[in-house]
Nanobody, 126 residues
Framework: QVQLVESGGGSVQAGGSLRLSCAASGRAFSRSHMGWFRQAPGEEREFVAAISWSGGNTNYADSVKGRFTISRDNAKKTVYLQMNNLKPEDTAVYYC???????????????????WGQGTQVTVSS
């Protein structure tokens, strides 16, 4: 079991930066791939970034490549999402998720993740 709590959301102007954190509890964190997803009003939840259990592999949605960076600290049981050069279209609720199937490739679809946080709002104004 993994419990997840996101923090770090807020309101920022276009071009600004935010760093999201996802604190995990439970022994399974260090053997879980981690992902960040987002959901805007009226839209489906979409993949943003993911990182393997070891931190050795990362994946990004094309819309955030070069602007967002995912990282993790297994000792602190925390995964981060550094978001730079934010755009209004990045506005959404951001969710952290864990996939405990660490022997499989890093998943990119929401339904492949078993554990979810409650989400944190990110609002980018133009």
């Amino acid at each position: 079991q993994v419990q997840l709590v996101e923090s770090g959301g807020g309101s920022v102007q276009a071009g600004g930066s935010l760093r999201l954190s996802c604190a995990a509890s439970g022994r399974a964190f260090s053997r879980s791939h981690m992902g960040w997803f987002r959901q805007a009003p009226g839209e489906e939840r979409e993949f943003v970034a993911a990182i393997s259990w070891s931190g050795g592999n990362t994946n990004y949605a094309d819309s955030v490549k070069g602007r967002f960076t995912i990282s993790r600290d297994n000792a602190k049981k925390t995964v981060y999402l550094q978001m730079n050069n934010l755009k209004p279209e990045d506005t959404a609720v951001y969710y952290c998720a864990a996939d405990s199937r660490f022997l499989t490739p890093v998943a990119l679809q929401p339904h492949e993740y078993q554990y979810w946080g409650q989400g944190t709002q990110v609002t980018v104004s133009s």
